[in-house]
């Protein structure tokens, strides 16, 4: 008779691998819609395959957690057989190309099984995944040797890819971006020429936009090449050539929606676009090909790794302290935490389930690269001498429901982790007046980028807004967050009399959804110059008409376009 642990710790082991399987291949077939969506110009569409997306690990996470459950029975909170499960599961996946993945899957079985506050190294995957290389397979691009022109070498890449559309203007449009590459390699301070382009496999798509995502090799020297292409009602269209990292990191910015790009060995993916993209994290690399859940997994073991190498203490964010949340940082890294208060002070009517629907709403939502992505974490733990008295003492005084000390070890039942950025009300008043004004004209687009998106802030106070190392002017505070047709915007009353004009209450009636763009301005806080600037190129945002022509076209189902790189940039500009 065979040992019963042994069959028990199989059976486990095949649960989670089967729910694994059944995750990946439902996950591909929503991806792999992604170009047909493109090629018919189905936009809609394309945003309900985000969506969908986005719920398909939740839903065979918990298909799995009971198909375990149903295998082992009395057996499934036993943690020895858990240890051996995970010995037996690192060797089932070792050989695999998402083997990195399916390590992050059985650990989110075993937290569900287990509830485990903090890591348990013994029943979960803490060490990190790194990249694996590519020698081992066919490499993750492909190669295009030097041309006699920039026009044509972009030309070979083109037509590496065919997405079932004609060309509108091919060669007028390569034409444009050969030469502004060219006008690039001059810039360069080295000169050095072009030996070949390298260039990923798979399409990126997101939104209503295809890229091509690759690098061109000089020698020793690498240069990002990323080419956005849409399809308009008369063809496809090279819309953009970028050649920049700063370039290239927009496009892969935490404040847009994940990419659509199929993929069988997302470590070499990764380990790819580092080469472009040196500044961002491994975790925001995997959360920008769609696998946000291991990027999770990355962005946990990236904090650990660094509490572990500075012995830095966490303490309290740059920023006015909001109403909402309390938030802390480590100071070399750029992470912020935020664990919702147990209570909010007037004038906030809000409650915790509230605060966390619009978190939530903002995961699913068309973030437009105005909107922080934010990860929403359970059960973390951490040293409690790694907190700064201030931390502590905020937390244990206005976050009591959700931090608890046990031991030496703090433990916060819910958190969101976000990328820190530099508030915008700080950076106004502390750097040169032209750094300020681009900000403010940055902040006035936002605006309209998320009114573009069915987004309205709510709290239109600058504090609430930050700036990116781009220059990016974004939005990360969400409890006053609402659709857009969800508002109703009205132009102030003109008063009748005296004793109207001057009345410190509304003279005229107010419902629950009613703003008065004409009221924001002194909210902003904008004085002099910043004022002008903002009224010369925004104002017309401080009337109701701005606004509900942008509802008008989201009822008429329009879906607007919101580029990641600035409309000078776009080669039909050029022309």
Known sequence: MGDPRSAAVRAGVSAILAGFDRYLARRSDVTRRAADRFRRRDWAGTQADA???????????????????????????????????????????????????ATTFFSSVTRRVFETTGIDPDIEFLSPGLPRTEAGGEPVHLRFPRRLTSAALLGDVLAAF?????????????????????????????????????????????????????????????????????????????????????EASIVFSFTRAYFHVDVDRPGDLVAFLATLLPHKRTSELYAAIGFEKHAKTELYREVVRHLAETGERF???????????????????????????????????????EIMAKYRHVFHHDRAGRLVDAAEFERLAFPVDRFSEPVLAELSALCGETVRARGDRLELAHAYLERRVTPLNLLVREVDEWTARLAVLDFGQ?????????????????????????????????DELALLTDCQFRDLPA????????????????????IFPAEFLPFLGLQGRLREVFLAAHGDLLGARS????????????????????????LRHAR
């Open 51 to 101: 969506r969908e997306r986005l719920d398909l690990r939740d839903q065979a996470m918990l298909e799995t957690v009971g198909g375990v459950r149903a295998e082992l029975g009395g057996a499934a909170r036993e943690r020895a057989i858990w240890a051996r499960m995970k010995e037996r599961f690192a060797a089932e996946v070792a050989p695999r190309s998402e083997g990195e993945i």
């Open 162 to 246: 065919p997405l079932g559309v004609p060309w509108a203007d091919l060669d007028a449009e390569l034409a444009l971006a050969g030469a502004e590459l060219d006008h690039h390699l001059r810039l360069l301070d080295d000169r050095q020429p072009v030996d070949a382009a390298e260039v990923i496999r798979a399409v990126f798509f997101r939104g209503k936009g295809a890229y091509l995502v690759g690098r061109l090799r000089r020698g020793a020297r690498l240069t990002p090449l990323v080419l956005s292409l849409v399809h308009e009602a008369d063809g496809l269209h090279l819309d953009a050539a970028l050649f920049t990292h700063e």
């Open 315 to 353: 303490v309290p964010a740059r920023g006015d302290r909001g109403l909402v949340m309390s938030v802390f940082t480590l100071p070399s890294l750029d992470v912020i935490f935020k664990v919702i208060k147990d209570r909010f002070p007037p004038p906030k009517q809000t409650t915790r389930r």
């Open 446 to 478: 936002a605006l309209r980028d998320l009114a573009a998106t069915n987004t309205f802030p709510g709290d239109m106070l600058l504090k609430n807004f930050g700036v990116t190392r781009q220059g990016r002017v974004i939005f990360y505070d969400y």
């Open 495 to 514: 008063a009748r009399d005296d004793g109207e004009e001057t009345s410190g209450e509304p003279w005229f009636y107010v419902g629950d959804r009613d």
């Open 547 to 570: 606004w509900r022509e942008y509802q008008e076209r989201i009822r008429a189902g329009e879906i607007m376009d919101i580029y990641p790189y600035p409309e000078a940039q776009r």
